[in-house]
């Protein structure tokens, strides 16, 4: 029953990452990272097949090894929610425009924090230097 419930989480955690992909608004990352974890715990076929995917392989392969989170994705998930801020200025009240820049300001600035490239990262390693939040 686990298994089941942790496969049917993994599918749907996948097809958000789909989406993600190609709907501004909606990150794919995280959904990405969950329906690893996911498939993790149920079926070793799906893992490894997310592993190896052209696309999503080598973005989990780099964040679970090394936590690296690369620039271009770092630029279009800045694209993504200014884009999604400026929609929510004509649409939504200065409230939820204001908390939602906040929660997207907290995003972005724990981002960033991540090294770029596997380069980045050995730098960073070499020189005693955080990796992330932590060392």
């Not at 794919?28 to 392989?57: D, Q, T």
Request: charge should be positive; proline fraction near 5%.
């Amino acid at each position: 029953m686990k298994k089941l419930f942790f496969f049917v989480l993994g599918w749907l955690c996948l097809i958000m990452a789909y989406i993600g992909l190609v709907t501004p608004g909606i990150p794919f990352s995280i959904f990405l990272v969950g329906a690893a974890y996911c498939f993790a715990k149920s079926n070793e076929r799906m893992h490894k097949w997310l592993y190896s995917h052209p696309r999503f392989g080598p973005f989990l392969t780099n964040w679970g090894e090394k936590r690296v989170f690369p620039q271009k994705g770092k630029y279009a998930m800045l694209a993504v929610m200014s884009s999604s801020l400026l929609f929510m200025w004509f649409t939504v009240p200065i409230k939820g425009v204001i908390y939602t820049a906040i929660t997207m300001a907290l995003v972005a600035i724990w981002a960033w924090r991540f090294p770029n490239s596997i380069a980045e990262w050995q730098r960073r390693k070499d020189n005693g230097e955080k990796i992330g939040w932590f060392k």
